[in-house]
């Protein structure tokens, strides 16, 4: 009885005051309540049923929408009572105020993975570098983001973390460029080592002839000239043209007599 005393001077009513017809009008309320609630969420369903959003998503702005439907609807039921609901309402922002402060970092996830859904920047299954990891996406959650390494090791990132990074997309367009340098001799004709390098490029099955392959002279070094050689493939080859191309350079250059040089220096020795 204490308890109750103590809540009817806070909120500034009586808990045992209700009349009949009240309890009877309020439950009548929150039936039809209840039922307009029903509807609506069917016609919620609808819209974001035709709507391009993430599936995560969805789910969540449902769920979003039901409950701020169901607590207008309880706010509706207890001003039927005569319950103050200013009051209550005040009760709740001073309480939801202190909670936010209490779990700070576990909004900024939250708001992270509204934001991720949002923005869209990967899904699942694409190939991307995120807050310092590199990996395939296995799982965009409401807290984290899974990511699996190239060596089989899972690693789940907060969500506030993933946004406030640089974020690379490695498989979001069809086709990647290859890039790749390599040095030659001084010695060896720049046009020579071009044509080797280009005709490494025709031995190599997925890479693109349009864009067509190009190689040129990129820098000056102390010991050698270097070349670089670009191609383009589709994303999912990436790695297979990678390094297809690396062995065939190789090949190329030991087939056409090409010095792959490496640092070195030369001596003079004066005799007097």
Known sequence: MEMIDTLEKVLGFELGGFSLGSLLSAALLAVVCLLAVKLLLKGVDRVL?????????LGMLRSTIKALLLFLALLMVMGCLGIPVTSLVAVLSVAGLAISLSVQNFL????????????????????????????????????????????????????????????????????????LKVTASYDAPVDKVKESLL???????????????????????????????????ETDRYWDVYFDLMEEVKRGFDRDGIEMSYPHMNVHVCQR
């Open 49 to 57: 049923a035709h709507s391009h959003v993430d599936a995560t998503l």
């Open 108 to 179: 900024n996830n939250v708001a992270g993975g509204f934001q991720l859904l949002i923005s869209h920047p990967f899904k699942a299954g694409d190939y991307v570098s995120a807050g310092g990891c590199e990996g395939t996406v296995q799982e965009i959650g409401l807290f984290y983001t899974k990511i699996l390494t190239v060596d089989n090791k899972l690693v789940q990132l907060p969500n506030s973390t993933v946004v406030s990074a640089n974020i690379t997309n490695y498989t979001h367009e069809p086709c990647r460029r290859v890039e």
């Open 199 to 233: 005709a490494s490029a025709g031995q190599i099955s997925g890479i693109l002839e349009d864009p067509a392959p190009v190689a040129r002279v990129s820098a000056y070094q102390d010991s050698a000239i270097e070349y670089i050689l670009r191609v383009w493939c």
